[in-house]
């Protein structure tokens, strides 16, 4: 059975909803949701959406502090898309009825996270995305123009003489369909699920990415993946993510003597950027052979618990108090700054296909995002993107990198892993810290598995299992030989047999290009 509309959205997040929101003005819009309909990574954005909002702070500072934090990779251009158009956005989301905290004068509150120079971050306590997710879908389910399909997995983009026509998905019922549209965009978010230690939904596994290096798109950066430092680390407990903000507003990290550590390794202290304050923790515990903590015993628990209502109620879930109690930490996979590479109106290298939001790769966050910016992407460049598929078509002006063409991979072999088997190697030799040996045992593992799943489905349909295993093995292959190819350590890309950032060399962008056997 086939499905229509003038535009098609494959994914429920910010990017997606407000894309939606822009085109159903133009036409109808077909909306495809993996899970239930407000199951996203955007509802799991805990500590809030960066925008240039406060009397100390201006787009130019935003932009310095993105910029900064990119480690010398970001897009000019595209940063300052972000900071410039991203306030306008975000009053537009108050005007809407977004319910953000606000101070004594009525004002939004601002938060301050690691790498800003200035509080910047409105939030809604410590479930600002859950809080975005819920005033967009209001939105989107009384637009008579969009029509959203629920438990929608798509399977594969339909590409006809080199032009994106639509995708193929499965319902929850297991029955086949078809939607097709003259612009067809990606808004699948992350691939955390890549990895086994992650922050990120069971959702995201990278099918965006996948599907797109299926068509032959264009990918860039996917050797720099950003993992959290501190994510809950209780045995039995979910990998639960313990929100920067709570640093913003002074939790601290310790070791086990109870001493703070960060500034031993890095000058900015617990508020250093992520990448930095990962690998700061990954030193201590190899340091001491200990486990690392956040306290934050030292502030007003009242305070606490009004500010951070979910993860106390986690951490109390887990037999600990998040008020007065040290809750151990370590570090997990939790946001992919590479993707599918995108102009900054959404195209990519395959007409008529659009991305926006996580699964995409404008360069704005360069080698690592700062804090508090992947909502704002959602909304600024889920709304260009919304604005470019209403366009004539024309071809993707994409920013600069060093391309790399492989052939696929034929199919071959007979042993297929599981995703716990992918996940683990990925974790291990792909995770925070990465050689060269591991690497080439982690791409020669993930190009063995990756035959062998193209030889089981040579003669037969996906089926939506068999779909998250190619979809983690597919790109996880690609973050891999991202990271084997660049031999330097910058931003979320840590090689220990290269440690040191080499401008001379590397100061350019990776991308890749698939070329199908058939």
């Known amino acids: 059975m086939k499905v229509g509309g003038d535009f098609l959205v494959i994914g429920s997040g910010i990017a997606g909803l407000r894309a939606a929101l822009s085109l159903a003005d133009h036409g109808d819009v077909v909306v495809l949701t993996k899970a239930g309909p407000t199951e996203s990574n955007t509802g799991y954005a805990q500590g809030g959406i960066a925008a240039a909002l406060g009397p ?73 995305g859950r809080e975005i997710s819920r005033l967009l879908w209001s939105r989107v389910v009384t637009n008579p123009r969009i029509r959203v399909f629920d438990d929608a997995l798509a399977t594969g983009l ?4 080199g032009e994106c026509l639509g995708v193929d998905f499965v319902t929850a019922a297991g029955d086949r369909r078809h939607a097709s549209a003259n612009a067809t965009m990606l808004a699948t978010g992350g691939a955390g699920r890549v990895f086994r230690e992650t922050t990120n939904p069971a959702i995201a596994t990278g099918d965006g990415v996948a599907m797109a290096a299926d068509a ?32 913003g507003e002074g939790a601290r990290l310790i070791n086990a003597s109870g001493d703070a550590f960060v500034q ?23 340091r001491t052979a200990g486990p690392v903590y956040l306290t934050l015993a030292h502030l007003d628990a009242d305070f606490i618990r009004s500010r951070f209502p979910t993860i106390v ?9 998040l008020t007065r109690d040290r809750i151990p930490v370590s570090p997990a996979a939790h946001y992919v700054m590479g993707g599918v590479a995108t102009d900054l109106d959404g195209r990519t290298s395959v007409p008529r296909l659009f991305a926006a939001g996580e699964v995409a790769c404008t360069g704005v966050h360069g080698a690592n995002r700062l804090a508090s910016n992947s909502l704002l992407e ?42 716990d088997e992918v996940r683990d190697l990925m974790w291990r030799h792909v995770g925070l810290v990465r050689s060269r040996p591991g690497l080439e045992q982690a791409v020669a593992s993930l190009v063995r598995w990756s035959g062998a799943i193209r030889a089981a489905h040579t003669d037969q349909p996906v089926e939506p299992a068999d779909k998250r295993l190619h979809s983690i093995v ?8 991202a990271a084997l190819r660049r031999e330097e350590s910058r931003g979320g890309h840590y090689r220990t047999d290269f440690p040191v950032r080499d401008d001379a060399q590397w100061r350019r962008r990776l991308a890749d290009v698939t070329r199908s056997v058939e």
Do not use: K
């Not at 992520?274 to 690998?279: E, I, K, N, Q, T």
């Not at 109620?313 to 108090?321: F, Q, S, T």
């Open 158 to 161: 339909c590409i006809v003489d």
């Open 216 to 247: 032959g798109a264009r990918l860039t950066d996917l050797e720099f993946v950003q993992f959290h430092p501190t994510v809950l680390s209780v045995a039995g407990a979910p990998r639960f993510l313990l929100s920067e903000a709570l640093r």
């Open 313 to 321: 109620a986690v951490c109390a879930e887990a037999g600990l108090d």
């Open 378 to 419: 959602g909304l600024v460049f889920g709304a260009r993107a919304a604005g470019a598929m209403r366009e004539p078509l024309r071809p993707a002006t994409l920013p600069e990198a060093a391309v790399v063409t492989y052939d696929a991979v034929p199919g071959n072999g007979n042993h297929l892993p599981t995703v």
């Open 474 to 481: 597919t790109v996880g292959l690609r973050i891999a030989r």
């Open 56 to 128: 100390d702070d201006s787009p130019e500072l935003h932009a310095h502090d993105t910029i900064a934090a990119g480690d010398g990779l970001c897009v000019p251009e595209a940063v300052n898309v972000l900071v410039y158009e991203g306030p306008a956005y975000v009053h537009e989301l108050m005007e809407w009825g977004a319910e953000f905290d606000r101070d004594a004068s009525g004002a939004p509150a601002l938060g301050r996270e690691a790498a800003h120079s200035v509080r910047r971050v409105l939030h809604a306590r410590d479930a600002t």
């Open 264 to 286: 031993r390794y890095e000058p900015a202290g617990d508020l250093a950027s992520r990448d930095l304050v990962a690998r700061a923790i990954v030193r201590e515990i190899e």
